[in-house]
Nanobody
Framework: QVQLVESGGGLVQAGGSLRLSCAAS????????MGWFRQAPGKEREFVAA????????YYADSVKGRFTISRDNAKNTAYLQMNSLKPEDSAVYYC???????????????????WGQGTQVTVSS
């Protein structure tokens, strides 16, 4: 089993930046594909970004493309989400997810990720 712990959330003004981190532990002898999802109050959880096991492939939701960047450091078993030009509509609880696939496929749906973190709150004020 892979355990995930997110950090880096907080309160920021519109136009500001935050960097989220997701540290993986447990069954990490194989670096998993990593994804970020978010859930705002009253809304369903939605895909934000994902990165392949090697880091060579990434995928973004249209709503964050050009503003958010996902990356990873496999030596540290950590994935990152750099969020720039934040908007109030980016406010949500952000969740990290992991899937060990032994390929460079980039999962983009929740059901493809068996491991989830507890979430970190991001609030963007206008």
């Amino acid at each position: 089993q892979v355990q995930l712990v997110e950090s880096g959330g907080g309160l920021v003004q519109a136009g500001g930046s935050l960097r989220l981190s997701c540290a993986a532990s447990g069954r990490t002898f194989s670096s998993p594909a990593m994804g970020w999802f978010r859930q705002a109050p009253g809304k369903e959880r939605e895909f934000v970004a994902a990165i392949s096991e090697s880091g060579g492939y990434t995928y973004y939701a249209d709503s964050v493309k050009g503003r958010f960047t996902i990356s990873r450091d496999n030596a540290k078993n950590t994935a990152y989400l750099q969020m720039n030009s934040l908007k109030p509509e980016d406010s949500a609880v952000y969740y990290c997810a992991a899937a060990i696939l032994y390929s460079d496929y980039v999962p983009r749906t929740q059901r493809e990720y068996p491991a989830w973190g507890q979430g970190t709150q991001v609030t963007v004020s206008s």
